[in-house]
């Protein structure tokens, strides 16, 4: 086997493991939310104890891009694939964060009677959810348009994201036995949000591997 070939095998090795995190990181999204509008701390549990895994897959999977980078000596776009698997590694890693304090916030709820359905919370953690899949499509097809398409869905994120803030505001006042719970979903809606942008983060690094070009689309 050439050098060329080895080298593409081992990108194409990081690809497989990179989506290997996304896969575990969408499904905490998923979890966290439905952890949320169960009220199960078991599952919340879940979510916060399988974040170990997705920490550990990212070091191994640097790791794997330092060594090639040092052993390869990589330019060019052969440079650009690896140190943008690093990026989206990074904003993935942080979504799974994000997905963990919602986690922990839904422990602080349990048990508690919710103050307000939580549709507009679900519709923007399946906003988030798309931005996060169509992101990784994106980087998988080297799809420019759809990176720029997915980004413009953080809009959205950001429009309920205020929303939800308005609306909780006036419970408060109206209410002040209120404030505690909503407090707690003020900062849900805010990891939303966060994890909005960290999915634009990923497609403007796709962009970036595939014309070289940065490009501000938060």
Same mark, same amino acid.
Request: aromatic content about 4%; overall charge negative.
């Given at each position: =086997?050439?050098?060329?070939?080895?080298?593409?095998?081992?990108? =194409?090795?990081?690809?497989?493991?990179?989506?290997?995190?996304?896969?575990?990181?969408? @499904?905490?999204?998923? $979890?966290? =939310? @439905?952890?949320?509008?169960?009220?199960?701390? &078991?599952?919340?549990?879940? &979510?916060?104890?399988?974040?170990?895994?997705?920490?550990?897959?990212?070091? +191994?999977?640097? $790791?794997?891009?330092?060594?090639?980078?040092?052993?390869?000596?990589?330019?060019?776009?052969?440079?650009? &694939?690896?140190?943008?698997?690093?990026?989206?590694?990074?904003?993935? @890693?942080?979504?799974?964060?994000?997905?963990?304090?919602?986690?922990?916030?839904?422990?602080?709820?349990?048990?508690?009677?919710?103050?307000?359905?939580?549709?507009?919370?679900?519709?923007?953690?399946?906003?988030?959810?798309?931005?996060?899949?169509?992101?990784?499509?994106?980087?998988?097809?080297?799809?420019?348009?759809?990176?720029?398409?997915?980004?413009? $869905?953080?809009?959205?994120?950001?429009?309920?994201?205020?929303?939800?803030?308005?609306?909780?505001?006036?419970? =408060?006042? +109206?209410?002040?036995?209120?404030?505690?719970?909503?407090?707690?979903?003020?900062?849900?809606?805010?990891?939303? @949000?966060?994890?909005?942008?960290?999915?634009?983060?990923?497609?403007?690094?796709?962009?970036?591997?595939?014309?070289?070009? +940065?490009?501000?689309?938060?």
């Amino acid at each position: =086997m050439t050098v060329r070939s080895n080298f593409d095998k081992a990108l =194409m090795e990081i690809q497989q493991d990179i989506l290997r995190v996304a896969s575990l990181v969408e @499904e905490s999204i998923y $979890n966290s =939310m @439905e952890a949320l509008n169960s009220q199960d701390v &078991v599952l919340a549990a879940k &979510v916060i104890e399988g974040d170990d895994v997705i920490d550990d897959l990212k070091e +191994k999977i640097e $790791n794997k891009c330092i060594t090639l980078i040092a052993t390869q000596q990589p330019i060019a776009k052969d440079l650009r &694939v690896v140190i943008t698997g690093i990026k989206i590694l990074v904003s993935l @890693e942080r979504i799974g964060d994000h997905s963990v304090d919602i986690a922990r916030t839904t422990m602080c709820l349990a048990e508690q009677k919710l103050i307000k359905p939580l549709v507009d919370l679900t519709h923007m953690a399946k906003l988030v959810q798309d931005m996060v899949r169509d992101g990784l499509d994106a980087y998988v097809h080297g799809d420019v348009e759809k990176a720029r398409e997915m980004c413009d $869905n953080d809009d959205e994120v950001d429009d309920l994201y205020h929303k939800i803030f308005r609306e909780l505001t006036v419970y =408060m006042k +109206k209410d002040p036995e209120t404030i505690d719970q909503a407090v707690y979903l003020m900062f849900i809606s805010r990891f939303l @949000e966060r994890i909005g942008d960290h999915a634009t983060n990923i497609g403007e690094n796709v962009i970036y591997l595939v014309t070289g070009e +940065k490009e501000e689309l938060n």
